[in-house]
């Protein structure tokens, strides 16, 4: 998976659909082109949006935009002139962004260059990541968006222990990211998108394939060993044992197939007696 979404990443544009322009949402320092289709004078006029969200157009004056996609702009335009409000009948309004507004999301955990990422209109996850460099080896199978509540300031990334101020987070897992699936997931400016590391639980002795297992989710000692590909023909499944640190102290125990198994468990399938 990793490789995978690796060579995504550095496919860019091409691997996955850009996220369209009319799902932006429109903000001050914008500036939109508008045209309406057949008027020569009101065509590909540049407007730009003010620090209140409005801008001004011509036989309409002032229009409220800010916190609008440019969809709804379109809409709303082409309500104000059209009667009774305006005198054009049927107008077709198109909107295009010139210029976006400076804004940014910050990507944190395990990719290679943490920090605030520069974002220019609609961005998706896994061009954040690319961004901030990919995501390395030991990152785990998820990642974790975290957003301020609507007024709250933002000083930098958002941090999850100030449960007053950010939301919870929305997880979204690699695999969505690398097979496109997750593409209608878009960040919003000052978005946090964190990579945790992988929780790992070890598999040593007679398994067919004994090393490291990604615990993605809540998994007992029967999916782990599937996991390991299974035991093999010279391994003992009634005496497998766990090794587990807990407050400090490392103990093993004897384990069944229903033990749950935690980050950091070392599993050990011995040899049958012969």
């Keep these: 998976m990793h490789l995978l979404f690796s060579l995504l990443l550095l496919l860019g544009p091409q691997a996955t659909a850009a996220p369209k322009a009319p799902d932006y949402v429109v903000g001050p320092q914008d500036r939109l082109v508008i045209t309406v289709f057949g008027e020569p004078t009101l065509t590909n006029v540049g407007v730009d949006i003010d620090s209140e969200g409005v801008f001004e157009f011509p036989h309409i004056g002032r229009v409220k935009a800010g916190g609008m996609t440019v969809r709804q702009i379109e809409q709303e335009v082409t309500r104000l002139l059209s009667p009774p409000q305006g005198y054009f009948r049927s107008p077709q309004v198109t909107v295009t962004i010139e210029r976006y507004r400076p804004q940014v999301v910050w990507v944190q955990g395990q990719v290679r260059s943490p920090g605030a990422v520069q974002m220019q209109g609609s961005m998706s996850v896994m061009e954040a990541i690319a961004k901030a460099g990919s995501q390395l080896a030991d990152a785990g199978p998820y990642v974790e968006i975290y957003r301020h509540e609507a007024g709250a300031p933002v000083t930098g990334?958002?941090?999850?222990?100030?449960?007053?101020?950010?939301?919870?987070?929305?997880?979204?897992?690699?695999?969505?990211?690398?097979?496109?699936?997750?593409?209608?997931?878009?960040?919003?400016?000052?978005?946090?998108?964190?990579?945790?590391?992988?929780?790992?639980?070890?598999?040593?002795?007679?398994?067919?394939?004994p090393g490291p297992i990604v615990l993605d989710s809540e998994i007992d000692l029967r999916k782990a060993l599937v996991l390991a590909g299974g035991v093999t023909e010279r391994g003992a499944k009634g005496r497998i044992t766990i090794e587990r640190t807990e407050n400090g102290v490392r103990r093993k125990f004897k384990a069944k197939m229903t033990d749950i198994i935690k980050p950091g468990d070392i599993i050990n399938v011995p040899q049958k007696f012969f």
Excluded: C, H, W
């Design 157 to 209: 990334p958002a941090n999850p222990a100030q449960a007053k101020t950010v939301k919870p987070p929305e997880r979204v897992s690699m695999a969505d990211i690398a097979s496109g699936r997750a593409q209608q997931v878009l960040l919003k400016p000052n978005d946090t998108v964190n990579v945790p590391k992988a929780q790992l639980a070890y598999i040593l002795g007679f398994v067919r394939a």
